[in-house]
T-cell receptor, first 109, second 115 residues
Framework: EDQVTQSPEALRLQEGESSSLNCSYT??????LFWYRQDPGKGPEFLFT???AGEEKEKERLKATLTKKESFLHITAPKPEDSATYLC??????????FGEGTQLTVNP | NAGVTQTPKFRVLKTGQSMTLLCAQD?????MYWYRQDPGMGLRLIHY???????AKGEVPDGYNVSRLKKQNFLLGLESAAPSQTSVYFC??????????????FGPGTRLTVT
């Protein structure tokens, strides 16, 4: 059974304080690892897809990396508007995704 | 493009009542999904569809039915609502990015309370 574990559950940062979120996964045959951002009361917003170990993708202050067992979402010099819940999901077979429970990030000014 | 839209945004039902949630997408995506999101449980797949006229069960299908009569619409039905179905429901659609990979895009959600 595919499993996705995200840590920490919650993270509080000061504006400008860089950090990383972790997504550990267990799947048989990874076809894609996805990161989403979810704001309160809204649907998840697609950020990145990573396909193979060693791959990296960047978008503004966010950089996602992938190894054979985990993915990291690095946040460089975060701003208060980066506050959100970040979700990780894996695709192993077909088009279905298995989601982690998310990391709730709060960036204080 | 509106992307993925959901109707209604909020609903309160009494136990035993029925209702249908509507999902529409204007991106011409083949695949559509219904999830529920509960605190501490993450997003869980209820049912999905890989094309017009097809449906399949996900992780938590009991108590729900779905239909995909048109490519752009995916309906989620609750025939006899129970308090355990109180949740936030998200619809998503996806397209094939590569031979084996898909990217899913989500709607804004429907908050359902069953009393």
């Amino acid at each position: 059974e595919d499993q996705v574990t995200q840590s920490p559950e919650a993270l509080r940062l000061q504006e400008g304080e860089s950090s990383s979120l972790n997504c550990s996964y267990t799947v048989s045959g990874l076809r894609g690892l996805f990161w989403y951002r979810q704001d309160p009361g809204k649907g998840p917003e697609f950020l990145f897809t990573l396909y193979s170990a060693g791959e990296e993708k960047e978008k503004e202050r966010l950089k996602a990396t992938l190894t054979k067992k985990e993915s990291f979402l690095h946040i460089t010099a975060p701003k208060p508007e980066d506050s959100a819940t970040y979700l990780c999901a894996v695709q192993a077979s077909g088009s279905r995704l298995t989601f982690g429970e998310g990391t709730q990030l709060t960036v204080n000014p | 493009n509106a992307g993925v839209t959901q109707t209604p945004k909020f609903r309160v039902l009494k136990t035993g009542q029925s209702m249908t949630l509507l999902c529409a997408q204007d991106m011409n995506h083949e695949y559509m999904y219904w999830y529920r999101q509960d605190p501490g449980m993450g997003l869980r797949l209820i049912h999905y569809s890989v094309g017009e006229g097809t449906t399949a069960k996900g992780e938590v299908p009991d108590g729900y039915n779905v239909s995909r009569l048109k490519k752009q619409n995916f309906l989620l039905g609750l025939e006899s609502a129970a308090p355990s179905q109180t949740s936030v429901y998200f619809c998503a659609s996806s397209y094939k990015v590569s031979l084996t990979s898909y990217e899913q895009y989500f709607g804004p959600g429907t908050r359902l309370t069953v009393t």
